[in-house]
């Protein structure tokens, strides 16, 4: 079965500061890979995906991901963080079966010091 | 585009009430899910539909039914309400494999 893990409960970065948020998956097949955003209170906005071509995709806001199909990986990087950045990400896998559900890892909280 | 709405947004019930949380979406989507989300546990997989008159269970699905009559709404019904069951609940639809979720704006339900 597919599985997604984030190992990141909370991260805290400093305003324009680099970001990295980890997100690690099994899957036996090549993946579909996303990332997703959710402000307080409100519902998930696609910010990337992966699906095959190049392994490092760029994003809405600035973010970037790359994918490492041999650390079977899937990090979620910014250069420098805004305050707006502040948010609850999820990583998500999904193969393409009957169903095309996705897999969501448990999140990871991102806190932004002024 | 509206895109998904759920409704209602809030909602408080009593243990042993029942009640069905809507989901509507105007894209024409074949694919509809419902998820709930716990604190620090991502998002569960309840119910999946893979068009108007099929629906398969996710990986939670005790304690809920749905239905898909039309491609545009797939609601879920909640029966005998436990407090177990108090989470916020995402309604979700794609139209293949290749594109994201495009995600309603949760319901949050609290039984008490």
């Known amino acids: 079965a597919q599985s997604v893990t984030q190992p990141d409960i909370h991260i805290t970065v400093s305003e324009g500061a680099s970001l990295e948020l980890r997100c690690n998956y099994s899957y036996g097949a090549t993946p579909y890979l996303f990332w997703y955003v959710q402000s307080p209170g409100q519902g998930l906005q696609l910010l990337l995906k992966?699906?095959?071509?190049?392994?490092l995709v760029q994003g809405i806001k600035g973010f970037e991901a790359e994918f490492k199909r041999s650390q079977s990986s899937f990090n979620l990087r910014k250069p420098s963080v805004h305050w707006s950045d502040a948010a609850e990400y999820f990583c998500?896998?999904?193969?393409?079966?009957?169903?095309?559900?996705?897999?969501f890892g448990g999140g990871t909280r991102l806190m932004v010091k002024p | 585009n509206a895109g998904v709405t759920q409704t209602p947004k809030f909602r408080i019930l009593k243990i042993g009430q029942s009640m069905t949380l809507q989901c509507t979406q105007d894209?024409?989507?074949?694919?509809m899910y419902w998820y709930r989300q716990d604190p620090g546990m991502g998002l569960k997989l309840i119910y999946y539909?893979?068009?108007?008159?099929?629906?398969d269970k996710g990986e939670v699905p005790n304690g809920y039914n749905v239905s898909r009559s039309t491609t545009e709404d797939f609601p879920l019904r909640l029966e005998l309400a436990a407090p177990s069951q108090t989470s916020v609940y995402f309604c979700a639809s794609r139209q293949g494999a290749a594109v994201g979720y495009t995600f309603g704006s949760g319901t949050r339900l609290t039984v008490v």
């Open positions: 992966y699906f095959s071509g190049d392994t």
């Open positions: 998500a896998v999904g193969p393409n079966n009957a169903g095309n559900m996705l897999t």
């Open positions: 894209m024409n989507h074949n694919y």
């Open positions: 539909s893979v068009g108007a008159g099929i629906t």
